[in-house]
């Protein structure tokens, strides 16, 4: 077999079921060889952040990698923002680069680039098979990478000669690892802190936001009068009826501090210590309080969970969970403000869905809308780059075809990536979108207000680098344009009726709900 063969039945032999592709000429020979394994499944897109948010999405609900195909280097940077994004969120994802023939980039030829430099910016592995005879073995070790917890996005740079030549050799994927335990000591000292009686907070990610997570973390605040925060943004939060709730960081740091004032301690599990997401004038960057200590009861990568399960059985043996009773908002009327565009949503939500919150500034109101709503899944951009959204809910839709997906997404995210909704037409997703347009960059005219020292005369409504009006974007024609059934709602009463058809109906749909913007 050639070394592209050995490489995609390595991939296949190691669990991987997806491919999310915007293949060139430089990877013929693999787009050839997925061919003959049918255990993968070749999905296309028109743009490589699609393909590198949609893997994101895929392992998230998955639990497991998917592979991403990009075309040189060009292509790889094309896709960078969403491996950002999926680097925060630590994803598992293997990423697939082509490259010139080994004795072509002497020539430096027009596409070629540094893709090694690309790849280590993720700080992932990264491999490169110098021949036929290696890219199976690369392929496996890029794919125990990639699960290696928390999950990374994990880099095998193709050189087309490795690709097409003879001598490939399928390699053999390591056996997953679990994830290293906490200490008996470290459970043991945070207790000790807990049990102090000093005012504490706990501060939950990653894992630790999923049921069993939740509901150790509440035994362990009501036991303990600890306050029990949620990370700003999680790869994954099982939320709804039947769960508990907590509150998340806020995005803006003075928030943030009033959220941990008067704490003597701040412990993490599965979450980093809070820290401002932008940098402000006479704004400490460590939202700690100065008088407060810090403690990590489980890093990124160890067992938060069953860190906070044994905590809670020391200190709460007794203690049941406050879980949220099943409730949903009274439906409002009138046109749709940033409050009840969300109360529609909490009170349509169906059973097992799963929530994209791209929403930025639109969706403040959304957690409490929906917590008393069939319990869901809520995936989040959990690095900041915008245009997350529509990419993460095609590959949670592949990952989870018999569950309906929710993609809430802000007008200026869903530019950026608008061309997922192909995808989603192409493989016929059961998606529902529901871009929230307000025909600004809000989120930067809020974002205005916070400097002390005006970064220009004027206001922040009149900024044309703000605004999105002039044209206005008319995501129906868009959306129709791109194979999506498509329709607007200025009112509760038509985003309610339209979303309510979308979530029956089969397949795709966009909505453009209209709602006004902060500042």
């Known amino acids: 077999m050639n070394g592209a063969e050995a490489l995609m039945r390595t991939l296949a032999d190691g669990g991987v079921e ?48 998917a592979a991403t195909l990009l075309h040189l280097g060009p292509g790889f940077a094309y896709g960078l923002t969403n491996l950002h994004n999926s680097r925060r969120a630590n994803s598992p994802v293997v990423s697939i680069v082509g490259d010139h023939p080994t004795y072509h980039n002497v020539y430096d030829s027009p596409l070629t680039s540094d893709i090694a430099a690309l790849g280590s910016w993720l700080r992932g592995s990264v491999r490169r098979p110098e021949n036929a005879a290696g890219t199976g073995t690369d392929a496996a070790a890029t794919l125990a990478a990639a699960v290696e917890p928390p999950g990374q996005v994990a880099t095998v740079i193709v050189p087309a000669d490795a690709s097409w030549d003879d001598g490939g050799v399928v390699g053999t994927p390591a056996a997953r690892k679990p994830p290293p335990p906490v200490t008996q000591d470290v459970i043991a000292r945070i207790a000790d802190v807990l049990r102090s009686g000093e005012p504490t ?19 362990i605040g009501a036991a303990t009068g600890a306050r029990v925060l949620q990370e700003l943004y999680s790869n994954r939060l099982e939320h709804g009826a039947g769960l508990p709730t907590f509150p998340r960081l806020s995005f803006f740091p003075d928030q943030t501090v009033k959220q941990l004032a008067g704490v003597k ?5 599965g979450a980093k210590e809070p820290v401002a997401f932008f940098a402000y004038p006479d704004v400490p960057s460590c939202l700690v309080p ?10 990124a990568g160890q067992d938060a ?126 998606v529902t979108n529901v871009i929230l347009n307000n025909h600004a960059y809000a989120i930067l005219r809020a974002e205005w207000g916070y400097f002390t020292v005006r970064p220009g005369p004027g206001k922040a409504d009149d900024n044309p680098l703000f605004d999105l009006a002039n044209p206005a974007v008319d995501y129906v024609r868009l959306a129709e344009g791109l194979g999506i059934t498509a329709s607007r709602a200025t009112t509760a009463e038509e985003l309610a009726e339209q979303f309510s058809r979308a979530i029956a109906e089969p397949g795709p749909h966009l909505i453009q709900a209209v709602i006004p913007a902060v500042g």
């Open 305 to 430: 969970v069953a860190a906070l399960e044994q905590l809670a059985d020391l200190l709460a043996p007794d203690t049941a969970p406050d879980v949220t009773k099943p409730h949903r908002p009274t439906m409002p009327s009138g046109p749709l403000t940033l409050k009840s565009w969300t109360e529609v949503v909490g009170a349509l939500l169906p059973e097992r869905a799963i929530v994209v919150d791209e929403t930025v500034s639109s969706g403040t109101a959304l957690a409490a809308a929906t917590e008393g709503a069939p319990r869901h899944d809520v995936l989040m951009q959990c690095g900041g780059a915008m245009g997350d959204g529509l990419p993460l809910a095609v590959g949670a839709a592949i990952a989870a075809p018999d569950r309906p997906v929710v993609a809430l997404v802000a007008d200026g995210c869903a530019m950026y990536t608008v061309t997922a909704l192909w995808t989603q037409a192409r493989e016929r997703l059961n």
């Open 18 to 65: 997806v491919v999310f592709a915007n293949a060139g000429t430089t990877e013929m020979h693999m787009v050839g060889a997925m061919d003959g394994v049918p255990q993968l499944r070749g999905v296309l897109t028109l743009f490589e952040g699609v393909a590198t948010g949609a893997a994101d999405g895929y392992a998230r609900i998955a639990g497991k990698p």
């Open 265 to 269: 301690h701040v412990i993490t599990a």
């Open 201 to 219: 907070a706990l501060v939950i990610g990653g894992p630790a936001v999923r049921e069993a997570g939740l509901c150790a973390a509440s035994r």
């Open 290 to 299: 100065e008088s407060a200590q810090s403690h990590a009861l489980a890093e």
